[in-house]
Each structure stands twice: as C-alpha cells, then as structure tokens.
C-alpha cells in the first residue's frame, strides 16, 4: 500500500524565496504532523492537524512558516522569505489518530542559499 | 534543554553479537515512549514501543527495556545484522502532547 509521500524530495531556493512543500498522508490517516530536521538533529515537531483542524502549531518557528490541510488529506506547509536557518530536511508524518507510532514521508531537503 | 539525550553519536557492533542503544530523559510527565528507524535519505520507521506502565517490550529481534526511576530506555537488538546499520532515534511523549525526538545514535553492523 501507498505510504506518505512528499514532494519535492529536493527544493533549492535563493534566500528571500517563497517554497511550498506537500504531504500526502495515507489514505484515512486522521492525525498529520510536520516535522523539521537539522542536520544531526532529531526530527523537531513543528504542527499538528487533526483532519482539517490545526491544533497545535507551538513549534513553528516564525510567522514565515505556515502549514495548511484543507480538506482533511493533502498537506501544504508554506515558508515565505526563505532564510539559510531554515535549511533543513521536512518530514511530514500520519497516524491513524492521536501522536504514537506515525508514518514518516521520506522527507523534503530544503537548501536555502 | 533537550529533554530526550542520546548521549552515543554512533556505535559498533559485530554482526551476531548484541548491540545496544540507550537513551535518558528528562520529563517525569513522560508516558510513552518510541524507537525509531531511519535510513539515509528516507523518512524514520517505527519500530517498538512502551508504554509506561511496562518495564519490557520485545518484538522478535528488538527490546525495549525502561527504567522509569533512572528515567533511562535502552533497545536491545539481538542477534545484530547487516541491515540494522543505521540510525536510531528515541523518542517520547507525554499524553496527548507531541512527541520529542533525540538527536540519534548511528549504529554500524561490522562483518
């Protein structure tokens, strides 16, 4: 079965950019979380939607970070006036309902130069 | 303050002995707790857990022991192979709170 893609697996942006990052969770995932990962870093939580509702989102970073899931599926996490911290690895995650044992995408490597 | 320590950045194991991966927290209010997977250039992948109320999980080749007194985990993995080389994330969370990650232990499988 189809797991949680993402794409682009690969986003290069000049500093100052706009990047819109896409999550599809799996099929009747209810809980879909993004995460960021810095190089040699564990994975740190960013926000959490419970179908279409946002409700936490305690870890982003700025008001340049924006994550979005309109319809209860597909996931958009937006970053405006892209900065060289944020350079990192986006991993978006599904779960049936509720935080444990989520499914990870492979990841977007975001490279801000 | 990183409230999940994984204090070993990487760790060698020869092919068939034990290899055993720790990790130590800070947050009494934790009650779950997770290992992940992860290979490069993929997502992790679950691969045990335990709650807190257990001292023990284990799940074929894979332990998870927790000392909740010394707030100390530990995965098992026993008879290492090949393809567990790679790294390994604690993880932990507190009921209906997000889940905090550590920094990762890589973990080399030697022939």
């Known amino acids: 079965g189809a797991g949680v893609s993402q794409s682009p697996r690969y986003k290069v942006a000049k500093r100052g950019q706009d990047v819109a990052l896409r999550c599809d969770p799996i099929?009747?995932?209810?809980?879909l979380f993004w995460y960021q990962q810095a190089l040699g870093q564990g994975p740190e939580f960013l926000t959490y939607?419970?179908?279409?509702?946002?409700?936490?989102k305690s870890g982003l970073p700025s008001d340049r970070f924006f994550a979005e899931r309109p319809e209860g599926s597909v996931s958009t996490l937006k970053i405006q006036r892209t900065q060289q911290e944020d350079s990192a690895v986006y991993l978006c995650?599904?779960?049936?309902?509720?935080?444990?044992?989520?499914?990870f995408g492979p990841g977007t490597r975001l490279t801000v130069t | 303050d990183q409230q999940v320590k994984q204090n070993s950045p990487s760790l060698s194991v020869q092919e068939g002995r034990i290899s055993i991966l720790n990790c130590d927290y800070t947050?009494?209010?934790?009650?779950?707790f997770l290992w992940y997977k992860k290979y490069p250039a993929e997502g992790p992948t679950f691969l045990i857990s335990?709650?807190?109320?257990?001292d023990k999980n284990e799940d074929g080749r894979f332990t998870v022991f927790l000392n909740k007194s010394a707030k100390h985990l530990s995965l098992h993995i026993v008879p290492s192979q090949p393809g567990d080389s790679a790294v390994y994330f604690c993880?932990?969370?507190?009921?209906?709170?997000?889940?905090?990650f550590g920094k990762g232990t890589r973990l080399h499988i030697l022939p």
């Open positions: 995650a599904s779960s049936l309902k509720g935080e444990h044992e989520q499914y």
């Open positions: 099929s009747g995932h209810v809980s």
């Open positions: 939607f419970q179908n279409e509702a946002q409700l936490d």
């Open positions: 947050n009494s209010m934790f009650d779950y």
């Open positions: 335990i709650s807190s109320i257990k």
């Open positions: 993880a932990a969370s507190a009921t209906n709170d997000k889940i905090i």
